[in-house]
């Protein structure tokens, strides 16, 4: 098993959030978390990538608990892109992106052109590359958002983590990162896991979603069995109808309105 979670319990100071989660994730997964604001999300991700430490529980990665490994190994094998990036300094964006290799050079080391072609690489994957002069204070929230996927990517690691990575995208950004995203996953085989609260993106994506409730796992598996309306409706609290998407096959989250609609 590629990433395993094992009864990891964690939050902010006295406030536990995470309780007693289990989780394994597959070389190649593309997992997609999703649940009800409160339930938990963010701070899986930030259990999971070290971010927040654990208050209980085990994390393995190829084996490894990742408590134990050194900082630089880690982030050769994790990235991680948040909701919201507070960079204080007007870096430019290539210098954003080139932060990305940090974790493979050796003390006074400068980058090399190998590190440039992998920053320029990314640059262009994510739309960023007309940007890269720019400061990125002068940035949108979309547009950083886009800038810290490259940076994630210039990381080049086996497992990625990323917490609402369209929140802040108009839909034809959202399109591109998700289809840059699965293209990663099936191609070169990265793991994925992806917070979303778009069920129907989450459905069209990710080939497992995880099913948060009050900081506990509610549901796990495929989309089909994770996305039904019995689910939906006791974790959300809010009636929906679960079709199948003509094209992909999928489920397909429909809301049901409560009020009548006049005639």
Not at 14 to 34: C, H, P
Request: net charge neutral; hydrophobic share 40%; charged share 25%.
């Amino acid at each position: 098993m590629f990433l395993k979670a094992e009864k990891i319990c964690g939050g902010y100071g006295k406030n536990r959030v995470i309780q007693n989660v289990s989780l394994e994730v597959s070389k190649g997964d593309f997992l997609g978390i999703i649940g009800p604001n409160g339930s938990g999300k963010s701070t899986l991700l930030k259990l999971l990538t070290r971010v927040l430490a654990l208050e209980e529980g085990f994390i393995f990665l190829d084996g490894q608990n990742i408590a134990q490994m050194g900082l630089k190994g880690l982030c050769q094998k994790i990235a991680f892109v948040p909701q919201e990036t507070l960079i204080q300094f007007p870096f430019t964006v290539h210098e954003i992106v080139l932060m990305g290799r940090i974790p493979y050079l050796k003390r006074w080391q400068t980058e090399t052109r190998q590190d440039f072609q992998i920053v320029e690489d990314a640059l262009k994957a994510t739309d960023c590359f007309s940007l890269r002069n720019r400061q990125i204070d002068e940035l949108s929230f979309g547009e950083r958002q886009r800038v810290i996927t490259a940076k994630a990517l210039a990381q080049q690691p086996e497992l990625l983590l990323l917490d609402e990575p369209t929140s802040h995208l108009d839909i034809g950004h959202q399109i591109q990162m998700l289809n840059l995203l699965k293209t990663l996953n099936q191609d070169k085989k990265l793991t994925i896991i992806m917070v979303l609260h778009d069920l129907n993106l989450a459905s069209e994506y990710c080939n497992k979603i995880l099913l948060l409730h009050e900081g506990s796992v509610y549901k796990e598996g495929s989309c089909e069995d994770v996305l039904t309306y019995q689910n939906i409706e006791a974790v959300y609290k809010t009636l929906v109808v679960v079709h199948k998407n003509p094209i992909s096959s999928k489920p397909y989250v429909v809301l049901v309105s409560k009020t009548k609609s006049e005639k």
